[in-house]
């Protein structure tokens, strides 16, 4: 089943990154589209925990 996240979840997930902050990420392409829902903004967790994946394999 596909979990989706809220601004507040995604925040917490990356360790507490501000609303700004987050956007910014966005439009540098530096995270995965949302998905918006009723006028809110929704991120798969998949997708997010996949792009994680990914940075930390880079850093590496």
Do not use: C, F, N, V
Not at 14 to 19: E, I
Not at 23 to 52: M, V
């Amino acid at each position: 089943m596909q979990t989706y996240m809220t601004l507040k979840e995604l925040s917490a997930k990356l360790g507490g990154r501000s609303r700004s902050a987050i956007y910014l990420d966005l439009e540098a392409g530096r995270l995965p589209k949302p998905i918006k829902l009723g006028g809110k903004l929704y991120w798969r967790e998949s997708d997010i925990d996949t792009h994680l994946d990914a940075l930390r394999k880079e850093g590496k």
